[in-house]
């Protein structure tokens, strides 16, 4: 019953609003705009390019190897045009939460970066249009873990010490000492932030691709994306051993072991460029 | 194929991938090799990291790029758990067999480059050794 309680409380702690990371007030002007179906890119880009700093860092990103444009992309206007709303829009997300996530987590930043490119690579092989929503999805999936790290420290230190000394995965542990996994945490995100749709499924069912109703295929690339990453040992999820590979998302793709091999071998070559992505 | 900060950067080394300025210009083509005037220009652009062939610096972490032979042997510990499960032990073995052609083709590659530089240096030594009979 007393652990009960202790579960309760905790989420309650987890959940609560004014001490989530915040998002730039640019974000819901521009989420607003987004809206009206008469608005036009170009007022969407005068909207983020007022916050100089923010766009500078977008442009970085989307620059990266990760989302692998050949050209060059310049404006702010142009990566809209490109690579769509939601995509900048998961970008200037993961900006604003980038610091947090350096210093709550070591290699999370890495293992972020390389499942977004991995989500991106299969992605293309299952033959996929836009590829580089998947790679959004990918960079956010573990966002969760970072909301425990900084609301929840001294829970946070003993799932990594049970992690270490029962020999379970992170999720695992998080489950035994939460009551609930990071899956749950970034459901909740994703309604606080209003995410869209797809990249809202990918960071709650990541761990269960084969239970979501919606947008399954996201779901699957970013599931095979953590835990072909993980196969690398590129940053670390605060895992020492990799994920369970559920043969279903396998299937849902339409992927044998060949094509797992063939975008592990595009893997390990981007790997080498995403390195030392940062902002 | 490592990627290696500038300041480890040596006259002999090969550039496994293009250099590029900030802007997106390429500067130098993969394949290049480095002599220490090029190095010098690259450190003059404010380009600070660049990818070369083999793994000629010792760094550890991400930025060394993947060992497939390290991969191979990691294998049997990321996948401890998972040891009665039927479907997991068989994407293990799958995985070991690829990470270990992977590593054969990596260490051939490591070979022949090395056998490229001992061939440089012997036509060098030839060099010298040449103009001294040429005399």
Redesign the interface.
């Known amino acids: 019953m007393q652990d009960m309680d202790l579960k309760t409380s905790v989420k309650g702690q987890v959940l609560a609003i004014n001490d989530l990371p915040t998002l730039p007030g640019v974000l819901d002007e521009v989420t607003k705009l987004v809206e009206n179906p008469e608005t036009s890119t170009e007022e969407i880009a005068s909207v983020i390019v007022k916050d100089q700093v923010l766009s500078a860092k977008v442009l970085k990103m989307v ?1 990266s190897p990760v989302y692998g444009f050949p ?2 992309i310049s404006s702010i206007q142009h990566g809209l045009v490109l690579l769509g709303f939601n995509v900048i829009r998961g970008i200037i997300i993961s900006t604003s939460v980038f610091d947090m996530m350096v210093q709550a987590m070591k290699g999370l930043w ?1 293992h972020s970066l390389g499942c977004a490119t991995a989500s991106g690579i299969i992605a293309r092989h299952a033959g996929f249009d836009d590829p580089e929503e998947y790679a959004v999805a990918g960079l956010l999936h573990d966002l969760g873990k970072v909301v425990t790290a900084v609301q929840l420290p001294e829970l946070h230190q003993k799932i990594l010490d049970t992690v270490e000394k029962k ?1 379970l ?1 992170y999720y695992r542990a998080e489950k035994d000492i939460l009551g609930f996994g990071h899956d749950r945490i970034n459901a909740w995100l994703g309604r606080h932030w209003n995410l869209p749709g797809n990249i809202r499924a990918a960071m709650s069912r990541h761990h269960s691709p084969h239970m979501a109703d919606l947008y399954k295929s996201t779901c699957c690339v970013v599931h095979l994306g953590d835990f072909m990453v ?6 670390t999820s605060g895992d ?3 994920s ?2 559920r ?1 279903e998302a396998m299937k849902e793709l339409g992927f044998k ?1 060949s094509d797992m ?1 063939r975008c ?1 071998d595009e893997l ?2 981007q ?3 995403v ?2 992505v940062t902002f | ?3 290696i900060p500038i300041d480890l950067a040596r006259p002999g080394m090969k550039l496994a ?1 293009p250099v590029e300025r900030e ?2 210009i390429t500067v130098m083509a993969a394949d290049m090799e480095l002599t220490q005037p090029l190095i010098d220009r690259i450190q003059s652009m404010n380009i600070d ?1 660049i ?1 070369v062939h083999g793994h000629p610096v010792d760094m550890g972490g ?2 060394g ?2 060992k ?1 032979d390290e ?1 191979l042997k ?2 049997p ?6 040891k009665k ?1 039927k ?2 032990m068989m ?1 293990q073995k ?2 070991e067999s ?1 990470f270990r052609i ?1 590593a054969a083709a990596q260490a051939a590659r490591a070979k022949a480059l090395l056998r490229e530089g001992q061939s440089d240096l012997e036509i060098e030594q030839a060099q010298v050794n040449g103009n001294g009979g040429e005399a």
Do not use: C
């Open positions: 620059n050209g060059r890495e020999n995965s993980r196969l690398f040992e590129f940053g020492d051993q990799t369970y590979l043969p072991m091999e592990m390990a070559d790997l080498l460029d390195s030392d | 194929m490592q990627k991938r802007n997106g990291r990818i991400a930025m790029g993947t497939f991969r990691r294998m510990h990321l996948f401890r758990v998972y499960d479907w997991m994407v799958r995985l690829y992977k």
